[in-house]
């Protein structure tokens, strides 16, 4: 594979990324307005369960679609250093991107794990639907 095929096939899942992130960004929305709106309608006790498990999937979905980010960008990375093992000629974005990621041949395929940053944002996140369904709410005065 040249490193044009790389980029391009780099650049595809980049886009296929950005398109579940916006599906992601949209459930979260969603989710937080039907916990809002559950409690309004003070619907019945197992609607409770129903938004948690909601929830968890929005938090399992955003987890993973960022996950596949981070493989992504450390994918690119492996895949330009395996180019450059191979004996074949990279450009100087393709190693500037390889000392930016620093994920080479000798780290082997990247995993589905998400940078921290994300794992920590999704756990945010978390805590917000899980409180905003289980947490008793403050008295209206």
């Given at each position: 594979?040249?490193e ?95 000392d930016y ?41």
């Amino acid at each position: 594979m040249t490193e044009f095929e790389i980029y391009q096939l780099t650049q595809l899942a980049f886009i296929n990324n950005a398109i579940f992130n916006l599906v992601v960004v949209v459930l979260s929305v969603l989710a937080f307005y039907l916990i809002r709106r559950r409690e309004e309608l003070n619907l019945p006790p197992y609607s409770k369960i129903v938004m948690t498990a909601f929830c968890a999937a929005v938090v399992y979905f955003g987890f993973l679609t960022h996950g596949f980010l981070t493989s992504i960008q450390k994918g690119l990375s492996f895949q330009l250093s395996e180019l450059k093992a191979s004996g074949e000629a990279i450009s100087a974005t393709a190693q500037n991107w390889i000392d930016y990621v620093g994920h080479t041949v000798a780290d082997g395929p990247p995993s589905v794990i998400p940078d921290p940053p994300y794992i920590v944002f999704w756990l945010i996140i978390s805590f917000m639907f899980v409180g905003g369904i289980w947490f008793p709410r403050p008295s209206k005065k």
